[in-house]
C-alpha cells in the first residue's frame, strides 16, 4: 500500500473554489480556519445539492484525482459524475492533497442551506474564498454526532465561541 498524500486542505479547497462548487466547510477544518487550533487529517463539506453543484463538484474531484478511501484496502476508483455524488449521502475519499469528506447532511443540521445561512467566505489562497461554517453551527454538529472525538473538542469550540467580540 501507498503511502497517503500529505494533507493540505487549503489545496483542496482551493480547487473547489476554482470549480466554483457551492459548499460550506464544516468539521475540525473549519474550526482550524477559525483560528482554532484542533487536529485534522481531512476537510469535511457539505455541497449545495443541485444537480450543476454535483456537476461542478465532480469536475472538481476529477481534478484531485479522488478515490473512495475504504480503510485497510487501496483506494477505489471514484467514477466522477455528478449523479453519482448525488446519490449518496455521504463519501469518505482521498484526494492528491489529502482526504476530504463529503456529507450532505452533517449531524444536527438540515444540510447545505440551513449551514450557508450562519456561514462565512474566508481566504484559502489568493484571490480565493470559501463558505466556512459558523463555530456555532460547527458546535451544534458536534454536539448532535454524539461521538467521543466531537465531544473532546467541544470545550474548545465553547472557548473560542466565548473569546468573540
Request: aromatic share 4%; proline share 7%; net charge negative.
Amino acid at each position: 500500500m501507498s503511502q497517503p498524500p500529505e494533507f493540505d486542505g487549503n489545496a483542496i479547497l482551493a480547487v473547489l473554489a476554482r470549480h466554483g462548487v457551492a459548499c460550506v466547510v464544516v468539521g475540525n477544518y473549519a474550526s482550524l480556519l477559525h483560528g482554532v487550533d484542533l487536529a485534522t487529517e481531512d476537510v469535511d463539506i457539505t455541497p449545495a445539492a443541485t444537480a450543476e453543484n454535483f456537476d461542478r463538484l465532480a469536475g472538481a474531484l476529477a481534478e484531485l484525482d479522488a478515490a473512495i478511501r475504504v480503510p485497510g484496502e487501496p483506494p477505489l476508483a471514484l467514477p466522477t459524475d455528478g449523479r453519482l455524488l448525488a446519490n449518496a449521502e455521504t463519501w469518505n475519499l482521498t484526494t492528491r492533497h489529502g482526504n476530504l469528506d463529503i456529507t450532505t447532511r452533517p449531524s444536527g443540521t438540515q444540510g447545505y442551506e440551513d449551514l450557508h445561512r450562519h456561514a462565512g467566505p474566508l481566504p484559502i489562497a489568493t484571490g480565493l474564498h470559501i463558505d466556512v461554517a459558523s463555530l456555532e453551527d460547527i458546535i451544534r454538529s458536534k454536539t448532535a454526532a454524539g461521538r467521543a472525538k466531537d465531544f473532546a473538542t467541544l470545550p474548545q469550540l465553547r472557548a473560542a465561541l466565548d473569546s468573540r467580540p
